[in-house]
């Protein structure tokens, strides 16, 4: 499975901004697809997952009810709708698309800054 994540870039507060990661490969035999961040002097931390499979969604706390992720089978891409943007939601983004193993391929990350 390879992925490509892009749409990062520049956004005021309070904006919106929408990802996609586009995988390629076995994609159907992953289990989630998903969204770790890293912001500066940060560790990587969840946002959202997708299941495959379903379109069965999960959260992070810090971003349910602004974040919505969402999957294109037909386009085997995953999209991440990033509304009320805040400035602690600087970082760079990766998608990543996991096995029921647990193994999980990243794509490369996309950088978001939130300017205040």
């Known amino acids: 499975v390879q992925l490509q994540a892009s749409g990062g870039g520049l956004v005021q507060t309070g904006g919106s901004l929408r990802l996609s990661c586009s995988a390629s490969g076995d994609i159907f035999s992953s289990y989630r697809l998903g969204w770790f961040r890293q912001a500066p002097g940060k560790e990587r931390e969840f946002v959202a997952a997708?299941?495959?499979?379903?379109?069965?969604?999960y959260y992070a706390d810090f971003v349910k009810g602004r974040f919505t992720i969402s999957r294109d089978a037909a386009k085997n891409t995953m999209y991440l709708q990033m509304n009320s943007a805040k400035p602690e939601d600087t970082a760079v983004y990766y998608c990543?698309?996991?096995?029921?193993?647990?193994?999980?391929?990243w794509g490369q990350g996309t950088l978001v800054t939130v300017s205040s």
């Open positions: 990543y698309a996991e096995l029921k193993s647990g193994y999980a391929y």
């Open positions: 997708i299941r495959w499979r379903d379109a069965n969604k």
